[in-house]
């Protein structure tokens, strides 16, 4: 078992999020900054379940139980950067 | 190599959709709302209305329908008609690219632009130094004439305040043989006489305005309305593309409606013997060399552009040859369906009457997608043990060579030699080698693209992580192998 990390990031792995973007979000830890990669846990989720609508929500992530659509590397590290600064404060 | 961006995404959902709608029984009359729909009036435009958009969105639909754009007869023909003649499949015509003329942003004529940042100097370097006369100083600005200018680049280099910017054109660019130019009208075209689907120009265009012609709706229609029975064949790349493992992936294509499944892994098993024993044959004869013959981009590339390299090629069939020859032997009534990440595949395939549908790796996902095909299921069953681990590995770069030096006995070693991607470059030491070997290896392996078949262009997994999923799909094998 992984030691409990500050930050919790799933990756949605459902067909339709992996295809329309999901797949480059795995090499998220290459983009971590180094201040943040020790607190930043990431592992692939099932399907979110929120494929039915038709808004255009792919591909989507988690971070720390909140829901990101439209993910994107620079997204996700921009909020971890946000949520650790805040917290820092 | 794919780069994640937004035209790709546009592209895999339109597959998406067209496949939906063919599963929901109503490509026919949705088909035309596709465009309105993906491009609604409350969006901001992309280009320069909502209309262009709508065009761009309808003429790459009608290239993902397998036509040609430009055979378009009436530009008022609308998409349900152009699907009624997709589903019954399009008579091929042995190209498999089209530029979306509608999306092509025509991007520069002329690569050098003077920016803003030009100071208009006394020296004016620029335009002293020009071969062509093609510079003129309005307004204290320094002017570039398309009419005159050479693209040599030379002003650029004169100016001392780095004024002049370079422009690429992508798709001309990428292009390692020079098949793709601008027409009359500034509209890029493909020149089929030089063209090796590579693929290139079409990762590299940001419009999203060059498509591959997709057999995909014909096929799914027999598959869902039960026309024809069909197998799989999966070629080993298409193992590294999913955040799955093999078995899980063979029986999530399976879940698609293909009535067998085969490793085109094992038509490698066949094609790395035969290529062994002709190596060994040739070299015996006094060849000086011998090169692989697996990709198909490069036979294109050597029967269009370097014919004195065709009789160094190996005539042992490719991996999809073999297979396909397996697949006929075994389910003489099904139609034979390729399932890989190449573009030049479907010119093979269009040659060999063994072959009769190939689906490409993006359509594949978005077929998942489409039937919500959830490929992470766990399964039972047990990779297929005649596929050797060397077999899988021919999805990457350096695989035949491994396979191949595998079988061979210790004292039969040979020199080998690595051509890693085609580009300007190699093609250049591919063609000196008739004359003189240089390099002094005996086999040479050749792959159009760099990193091999799991860096193809219409891939969907990074090529990254296809390199850790190929080697896991490897080991999956060895491990079967050491538990018998």
Known sequence: MQAKTKYKVEICCGTMCYIMGGADLHLLNDYLPAALRQLVSIEGAPCFG???????????VRINGVELPNASTRKIVDKLIILENNDLL | MTYYNNAVITKRELLVRLIKLLDEDTLFEKIDRIPLEMRPRTNSPIRCCVHKDRAVIKYKIMALLGFNIADEQDEL??????????????????????????????????NYTVSNLCQGCEGRPCQVNCPKDAIMVLNGKANIDHQKCVNCGICQKACPFHAIAYLPVPCEESCPVKAIRKNANGIEEIDFEKCIHCGKCMTACPFGAISGKSQILNLYYNIKHKQEKTVAMVAPAILSQFKANSSQIINAIKEIGFDEVVEVAEGANLTTDHETQELIERLNEGASFMTTSCCPSYIEFAEKHAPELKPFISDTPSPMGYTAQLARKRFPDHKTVFIGPCLAKRKEAYKNKDVDYVVTTEELGAMFGALKID???????????????????????GGVTNAIQAILSSEQQIKTELIDGLDKKSIRLLKSLPKKNALGADFYEVMACDGGCINGPVNIAPYKMSQSKLKQAINELKTVESVQ
């Open chain 1, 50 to 60: 929120n494929c039915d609508t038709h808004e255009k929500i792919h591909p989507c």
């Open chain 2, 77 to 110: 023909t609308p998409l349900s008609e152009y699907a009624v003649q997709a589903i019954k499949g399009y008579e091929q015509d042995g190209n498999f690219l089209t530029v979306v003329d509608e999306a092509c942003s025509s991007c520069v004529q002329v």
């Open chain 2, 375 to 397: 490929v992470n299921i766990k399964t039972d069953s047990n990779p297929d043990t005649v596929v050797r681990p060397e077999s899988r590995g021919y999805a990457a770069s």
